[in-house]
């Protein structure tokens, strides 16, 4: 199994700044892409910016410019840094591996995290 840890959710104004992290543990031998989904209340759930281990990125049209993702493979790490929030930046940010194939194994899976919030205010 993968578990993912996520933090850097948090409040904050209009304009401000987030970093979120979301670490992946276990007998991880290799993951394809590691991303980050949002979802705000009353929405569908959402790609916000993915990065495959080879560096290639996929961002979100409402977020480009502003956000930046980036992963350290060898911590099976991915980072989200948010500039220029805006309030409907504001939902509940989730995790996703992408393709992760475990040790001794074969088989690729997906894992989610819990998600962390991010609320950004006017």
């Known amino acids: 199994q993968v578990q993912l840890v996520e933090s850097g959710g948090g409040l904050v104004q209009a304009g401000g700044s987030l970093r979120l992290s979301c670490a992946a543990s276990?007998?991880?031998?290799?993951?394809?892409?590691m991303g980050w989904y949002r979802q705000a209340p009353g929405k569908q759930r959402e790609l916000v910016a993915a990065?495959?281990?080879?560096?290639?990125?996929h961002y979100a049209d409402s977020v480009k410019g502003r956000f930046t993702i980036s992963r350290d493979n060898a911590k099976n790490t991915v980072y989200l840094q948010m500039n220029s929030l805006k309030p409907e930046d504001t939902a509940i940010y989730y995790c996703?591996?992408?393709?992760?194939?475990?040790?001794?194994?074969?088989?690729?899976?997906?894992?989610w995290g819990l998600g962390t919030q991010v609320t950004v205010s006017s």
């Open positions: 990065i495959t281990s080879s560096g290639t990125t």
């Open positions: 276990g007998s991880i031998f290799r993951i394809h892409a």
């Open positions: 996703n591996v992408e393709r992760a194939v475990l040790v001794g194994t074969f088989h690729e899976y997906d894992y």
